[in-house]
């Protein structure tokens, strides 16, 4: 097991700063993905204009992304987005069922729940797309960071690999979500 050794007197794992720093990280890194994905479905009005409510919360999945490389590394991290994407896809087929599932009838809230949470399907299908294809370029421009530019300066490569990966995000999923 990565991160921690067997201690024969109790046959349980050893905890490390390290793994429970990757446990948050990656726990934090879904969690947003996810969040982001179902406040997608809200175009809400900020400062007079248009939102995709998701757009709030996502930009902190790069970060989160980045510390996810410096835990787990690169290989590891690749894994995590493709895992969170095969999450939010069952997700929103989760929720899409339940949207179309009879509702009670004494409930009276199933045709709102339907409107809000029964997934508009390019939305989602343009969230996710945008999500991997963003996400392993910033894990790409992180890595080269880190073996071809220094080490040093874990700020840089955050700005940088962010800076890519939020414009591709941002192109990716606006096109494919609302073009037509």
């Given amino acids: 097991m990565s991160g921690?050794?067997?201690s024969p007197a109790s046959a349980r794992p050893t905890d490390s700063a390290g793994s429970r720093l990757a446990v948050i990280v990656v726990s934090a890194y879904i969690s947003a993905q996810m969040l982001a994905d179902i406040a997608s479905v809200k175009i809400g009005v900020v400062a007079g204009l248009a939102v995709d409510m998701g757009t709030f919360i996502y930009p902190v999945t790069f970060t989160l992304r980045?510390?996810?490389?410096?835990?787990l590394g690169r290989s590891k991290t690749r894994l995590l987005i493709l895992l969170a994407a095969a999450i939010n896809v069952v997700m929103a087929l989760y929720l899409y069922i339940c949207a179309k599932t009879p509702g009670d009838p004494d409930w009276g809230l199933n045709d709102e729940f339907a409107q809000v949470l029964?997934?508009?399907p390019r939305i989602v299908f343009a969230s996710i797309?945008?999500?991997?294809?963003?996400q392993m370029a910033n894990t790409e421009v992180f890595q080269w960071f880190v073996t071809?530019?220094?080490?040093?300066?874990?700020w840089a490569r955050t700005l940088l690999s962010n800076g890519v990966a939020i414009p591709i995000d941002t192109l990716i999923f606006s096109v494919v979500a609302f073009a037509g």
């Fill in 4 to 6: 921690g050794t067997i």
């Fill in 66 to 71: 980045d510390m996810a490389h410096k835990a």
């Fill in 118 to 120: 029964g997934p508009m």
């Fill in 129 to 134: 797309l945008a999500e991997v294809v963003s």
């Fill in 148 to 154: 071809r530019v220094t080490r040093r300066h874990q």
